[in-house]
């Protein structure tokens, strides 16, 4: 299958700092990814919608302010924290899902970022 | 929105034996895709199996295969010859061709493989 980078895979802040995390598709073009937060032992819980080239769809309840999307070009799209807070602390995912057989109508994960504001 | 139910929180299976995880939901669609995606202590989802509504054929793959029916929207998923690495937590989603490539997850299903 199709593989998507994400990294860091653990970042430790100290609230009120910005943290960036980063989304990479490495073996297709990823028309639009998807980033998620996801709480233990919960379902994923999509934060917004981002097709390349294009300002990212937000879910109802998401702060378009507080958690900056980047979507550049169709393998990389970045997720940043800003002025984290404790209540920020999470498990963020993203997903990527494209063209052709490979990666057509499905969403290939990432690893996830567990992100902890001190 | 498309709703996803999986109705069982919490299975347990013996190693070997087989086990069947249950998810039904709810659409007006016609055309559409269901998915098992599988989430093991790592926290990684990796893609399970996969069925396009169109098809009347019930998807494999190796032990893994599902139930679909879609009069009855329900698709549910059996393990055969359950191994101690299934043990992790499985999501039922539906992907709609009508909302940009959106996933509707149900809340999961946590496997404990008894050995």
């Known amino acids: 299958g199709a593989v998507v980078s994400q990294h860091p895979s653990r970042v430790i802040c100290k609230s009120g700092t910005s943290v960036k995390i980063e989304c990479r598709s490495l073996d297709f073009q990823a028309t639009t990814m998807f980033w998620y937060r996801q709480f233990p032992k919960k379902s994923l819980m999509l934060m917004a919608t981002s097709n390349e080239g294009s300002k990212a769809t937000y879910e109802q309840g998401v702060e378009k302010d507080k958690f900056l999307i980047n979507h550049a070009s169709l393998t990389l799209s970045t997720l940043t924290v800003t002025s984290a807070h404790p209540e920020d602390s999470s498990f963020y995912i993203c997903?990527?899902?494209?063209?052709?057989?490979?990666?057509?109508?499905?969403?290939?994960f990432g690893a996830g970022t567990r992100l902890s504001v001190l | 929105a498309q709703t996803v139910t999986q109705s069982q929180p919490e299975m347990s299976v013996q190693e070997a034996e087989t086990v069947t995880l249950s998810c039904t939901y709810d659409?007006?669609?016609?055309?559409?895709?269901l998915f098992w995606y599988k989430q093991p202590p790592s926290r990684q989802m990796i893609l399970v199996i996969r069925?396009?509504?169109?098809?009347?054929q019930n998807a494999t793959e190796n032990r893994f295969s599902v139930n679909f029916q879609k009069a009855a929207k329900s698709f549910s998923l059996k393990i055969s010859d359950s191994q101690l690495g299934d043990a992790a937590m499985y999501f039922c989603a539906y992907r709609s061709p009508n909302t940009g490539n959106q996933f509707y997850f149900g809340t999961g299903t946590s496997l404990t493989v008894i050995p």
């Open positions: 069925q396009e509504a169109y098809k009347q």
């Open positions: 659409t007006s669609e016609s055309d559409y895709y």
């Open positions: 997903s990527a899902t494209g063209q052709g057989t490979l990666a057509k109508n499905i969403q290939y």
